[in-house]
């Protein structure tokens, strides 16, 4: 049993920066895998980046690789996910999920989802 709570979207310029926060409840933070997900208008839900639970290996769609980072702090049950170079291509509601049946986040997600937090780049 885990519950996820998204922070730090907000409005920001194209080329701009933000950090997301994921705080997670949850004795065993630490075996969870992680990842972030966002979905646009019009769109279907898409893979962002993901972090094992294990060794902390990362992945990365091929739209944010570079210009993301992804990384965990188990001391404060905490995942974020570091956005530099913003697009108007990134505007979504950007939810954390995670996997405690897997050492790994798939592309569809895991167990359990955060509620959301939006994120708006204008050009």
């Known amino acids: 049993q885990v519950q996820l709570v998204e922070s730090g979207g907000g409005l920001v310029q194209a080329g701009g920066s933000l950090r997301l926060s994921c705080a997670a409840t949850?004795?065993?933070?630490?075996?969870?895998?992680m990842g972030w997900f966002r979905q646009a208008p019009g769109k279907e839900r898409e893979f962002v980046a993901s972090?094992?639970?294990?060794?902390?290996?990362?992945d990365y769609a091929p739209s944010v690789k570079g210009r993301f980072t992804i990384f965990r702090d188990n001391a404060k049950n905490t995942m974020y996910l570091q956005m530099n170079s913003l697009k108007p291509e990134d505007t979504a509601v950007y939810y954390c999920?995670?996997?405690?049946?897997?050492?790994?986040?798939?592309?569809?997600?895991?167990?359990?989802w955060g509620q959301g937090t939006q994120v708006t780049v204008s050009s």
């Open positions: 972090i094992s639970a294990v060794g902390g290996s990362t």
């Open positions: 949850g004795r065993t933070f630490r075996l969870y895998a």
């Open positions: 999920n995670a996997e405690g049946t897997r050492g790994t986040i798939t592309r569809t997600g895991g167990d359990y």
